[in-house]
C-alpha cells in the first residue's frame, strides 16, 4: 500500500480485498467455482472460500501501489517490534495486487511456503526497515517482482484504469 497512514491503507485494504473476493467468486479457482466466501480478517488470512471440487483456500490480500516506481514487492514480516504478516499468516496463498511500470495490475498468487522459503534461501535483495505508518517501525523483505511472478500464479493482468473501475465499485 503505503500511504503511511493505517487508516488511509487499511480502507485500501478493504477495497483491495473485495475485489480479490469478487474474482475469485466470478472465475473459480481450478475450474472449482466458490460455494461460499467468508471475510475472515484475521491473522488465519483475509477471505476463506470453499470450493465445489471440497477444496478451501484461505488467502491473504497484498497491495503494492510502490512496485510502479520500484519494481519491488514488499513483503511484512515485523511490526510494532513484533513479528507480523509473513512470519505469522496461516492463510495458504498470498494474493498479492501489484501495480507495476507498465501500466497493468497484476494478481499474483503465490504459496505462504514458497514465500518463507525464498526468505530462508535469502532471496530478497533487501530486508527495509523502514516501512508502514509513522512510530510502527514496520520491517519488509523487498523482492524483485519477477523472483515473485516466476514463482507465482498470475491470476491478472487488468489496465491501471480497469483496476481503478472495479475499486470505484468495490466502495458501493
Known amino acids: 500500500m503505503g500511504e503511511y497512514s493505517f ?12 475485489i480479490i473476493k469478487k474474482f475469485f467468486e466470478s472465475n473459480g479457482f481450478d475450474n472449482s467455482k466458490v460455494v461460499k466466501s467468508e471475510h475472515i480478517d484475521n491473522k488465519d488470512g483475509d477471505w476463506s472460500f470453499e470450493f465445489d471440487n471440497k477444496t478451501k483456500l484461505v488467502i491473504e490480500c497484498k497491495e503494492d501501489s510502490y512496485c510502479k516506481k520500484s519494481n519491488n514487492l514488499a513483503i511484512e514480516y515485523e511490526c510494532r517490534g513484533g513479528p507480523s504478516g509473513i512470519l505469522t499468516t496461516k492463510s495458504d496463498f498470498y494474493v498479492i495486487t501489484a501495480h507495476c511500470s507498465d501500466g497493468f495490475v497484476r494478481g499474483y498468487m503465490i504459496p ?45 493482468a487488468w489496465d491501471e484504469k480497469f483496476y481503478q473501475s472495479e475499486k470505484v465499485a468495490a466502495k458501493q
Not at 7 to 18: G, H, L, M, Q, Y
Not at 117 to 124: F, L, R, S, V
Open 7 to 18: 487508516k488511509k491503507d487499511i480502507k485500501a485494504s478493504r477495497i483491495n480485498e473485495e
Open 112 to 156: 505462504v511456503k514458497t514465500i518463507r522459503e525464498m526468505i530462508d534461501g535469502k532471496k530478497y535483495w533487501k530486508n527495509h526497515e523502514n516501512g508502514g505508518d509513522r512510530g510502527s517501525f514496520t520491517k519488509n523483505f523487498l523482492f524483485n517482482r519477477q523472483t515473485i511472478e516466476e514463482r507465482s500464479r498470475l491470476l491478472f
